[in-house]
């Protein structure tokens, strides 16, 4: 896809304002190392800034108030989200619909709206509703019942259970599995009595799931997640959970069941999350970290078990001198042993 634009044009569609040649023309988007005269680059980190002076891109996206070093500019208040809507802009080529192709198996009374795609061994079960612009990659199983709402791409390998809904505008990468049983046993002496799982899974609009991630459908009503969450590689949500809107959570993040986190909740790398707590709205917990019990809204947190992050950083920087601590301990208890004997005497 050839696409080229002054920078003129383009600070209009970033919202942004020219330093330089506004007649500049640019065709692509590349680092501040790599870029060449007929591409723009950005500076989002001040620590990279020296490099705004030596890099060979035509132009350069700032920060307000940036020196520019002479380079023609772009300045917008936050150049990170420019730098995702240029790659967008510049090289994200919106693809041609293909109907269903020979080779995809889809079953009986199926509705399907415009531009639909269905690659070669997809499988679309028994009344499945597709919108518009769906696209389902190879080894994609819909099981009977699901909806999915417009512009939804499934890749390859992704398996949506029976019943399950997904909105508008979601993206599910490739091997992830919605809609699997919950992990819910009922002890019968020496084993134990599968509880059936009789809920659905529920993606609202604008969610992006990475690959590999599994999404435990409910023992009742519905495993939710709410309008735009980002939800990375490998992380485990299971029954019944509730994740509200706008939520990022990272790779290996492991929810147990019936546990909800707020609006705007951001859990790092290898989180652990017991079950049946709440999360409150605009919390984050630091990577690694094992939470145990509610945490109030507005929380930062770090540990096993989390506590505030600010005291969790204070702990850690003490534990590389615990050796040296205990090894003065042991020198001061001596001490004392020796002036209590003296006193004694």
Excluded at 78 to 100: D, S
Excluded at 285 to 299: D, R
Aim: glycine share 14%; charged share 20%; proline share 5%.
């Amino acid at each position: 896809m050839a696409v080229s634009r002054t920078l003129r044009e383009l600070a209009e569609y970033l919202g942004g304002t020219v330093a330089g040649d506004e007649s500049k023309t640019i065709s692509g988007v590349a680092s501040l190392d790599d870029a060449a005269d007929h591409q723009i680059t950005f500076l989002a980190n001040p620590r990279y800034a020296p490099k705004v002076a030596t890099t060979g891109a035509g132009a350069v996206v700032l920060p307000p108030g940036a020196e520019r070093h002479g380079r023609n500019a772009i300045h917008v208040a936050n150049p990170y989200l420019a730098f995702a809507k240029l790659l967008t802009l510049f090289h994200v080529a919106p693809r041609k619909p293909q109907g269903v192709m020979e080779g995809a198996l889809v079953g009986r009374n199926v509705a399907m709206g415009s531009d639909v795609t269905i690659y070669p061994g997809a499988f679309v079960g028994d009344g499945v509703t597709l919108g518009d612009r769906v696209t389902i990659f190879p080894g994609v199983v819909i099981y009977e019942g699901v909806t999915l709402g417009s512009d939804v791409t499934l890749h390859s390998n992704v398996v949506v259970y029976q019943g399950c809904r997904i909105g508008n505008r979601v993206t599910i990468h490739a091997g992830t599995i919605i809609g699997s049983d919950g992990f819910g046993y009922a002890p019968d002496g020496d084993g134990f009595y599968k509880i059936p799982q009789l809920g659905i899974v529920v993606i609202e609009d604008d969610v992006e799931i990475g690959a590999n991630t599994t999404i435990d459908r409910a023992a009742l009503a519905a495993t939710r997640i709410g309008r735009g969450t980002k939800i990375d590689n490998l992380v485990m949500i299971a029954h019944n959970c509730v994740i509200g809107e706008n939520c990022t959570i990272v790779s290996q993040v492991g929810i147990s069941g019936s546990t909800k986190l707020g609006r705007r909740v951001t859990l790092a790398g290898q989180v652990g999350v017991a079950g049946h707590l709440e999360i409150g709205d605009n919390s984050m917990v630091g990577a690694k970290s094992g939470i145990p019990g509610n945490i109030p809204a507005g929380s930062m947190v770090s540990g096993i078990p989390a506590f505030n992050h600010r005291d969790w950083l204070r702990a850690s920087a003490v534990v590389p001198k615990l050796p040296e601590l205990k090894k003065t301990i042991a020198e001061l208890e001596k001490r004392v042993r020796e002036l209590e004997e003296k006193q004694g005497a």
